[in-house]
């Protein structure tokens, strides 16, 4: 039985990972590529933008979102201040797409504790036997987890000291299947982006 589940899990983990698009950085007068990352420097800041999964708990969030780790140096003699609404997602029709704050993330994800709470406590005893405590401990342990692995990894705006850099992942709304092309803007920076399958096509 033990051996039906994996197989079933490995199974859908592949089939996820099968639908997940990877988008590489198209190289450009600006923007040079090192390791997948498309690279923008001017005389205030470098910013580095690459559309990397999340790889982490929660590990539902790539079924939901199109995720990019960036890193921004401020180049500049004084504070540099980055706000979310810098940052825009393009698709190849126009399409703007806005950054998803952590706090939504939390918010969408956390039903799904509280249901399994809920359920897991619906016998008729007033204290749960070991086993349904375990279970509601390592959930909520998990939990706990994802919540700091959002606020660690995710990039924080703000200020950004001269000569400091901040890293980090931006979460977008999942971009269509369909779409082969993507803009990454941050300010009146655009680097292009094209999908993988593609990319590999044009070589040929």
Partial sequence: ??????ITTLGVFLFLSACTIKYLPIASNNVSITDNYGVVRNKDYTIAAANEYWNRD???????FTTFYISIQ???KVNMVVDKSDFGLIDENG??????TT???ENMLAPHLIDYLMVSGTNNSIIPNESDYNKQRQMIEKWRLAKNNLITYSFHFG???PGAKKSGYLFFPKLESKNYN???QFDDTNIEFTRADKKKKLKK
């Avoid at 929660?58 to 939901?64: D, G, I, K, R, S």
């Fill in 95 to 100: 399409n703007q797409y806005d950054i998803v």
């Fill in 58 to 64: 929660p590990q539902e969030l790539t079924n939901y």
């Fill in 103 to 105: 706090d939504y993330i």
């Fill in 159 to 161: 200020k950004i000291l």
């Fill in 1 to 6: 039985m033990k051996k039906l589940i994996f």
């Fill in 74 to 76: 401020n180049r500049g």
């Fill in 182 to 184: 993507c803009t990454f």
